[in-house]
């Protein structure tokens, strides 16, 4: 097959400004990307203008629904634990979850 259409919210993404569509869309790949920063940082790091005590919720919902929050409560710090460069220190799943995280902060 060769024809069809992509729909997001029931329109034809070549009708979306490119801009517009990228608000709609967040992306987790397989093999995730994470900073040398904190939890806290690596999750919210798509957060933008946003008050400090809406950013830590929004942060707190998304490791939740991400299924995060277990061996982020069991880090030493908590969210303020520090990520080694490019996850190293976390395992996999952990940094899997995290890049699920930080796609569901988004809010596309």
Do not use: H
């Not at 029931?10 to 517009?20: I, W």
């Not at 940082?41 to 707190?60: L, M, T």
């Not at 982020?72 to 699920?100: H, N």
């Amino acid at each position: 097959m060769t024809s069809g259409t992509v729909l997001v919210d029931g329109v034809d993404v070549r009708e979306y400004r490119q801009k517009a569509l990228r608000e709609k869309i967040a992306v987790t790949l397989q093999k995730s990307e994470l900073f040398t920063e904190t939890i806290y940082e690596n999750i919210g790091w798509g957060i933008s203008g946003a008050s400090e005590e809406d950013r830590e919720k929004r942060v707190k919902e998304a490791a939740v629904i991400a299924q995060a929050e277990d061996f982020i409560s069991s880090s030493p710090k908590g969210c303020q634990t520090a990520v080694a460069e490019r996850g190293m220190s976390l395992s996999g799943g952990q940094k899997q979850r995290l890049s699920i995280a930080r796609a569901v902060v988004k809010e596309a």
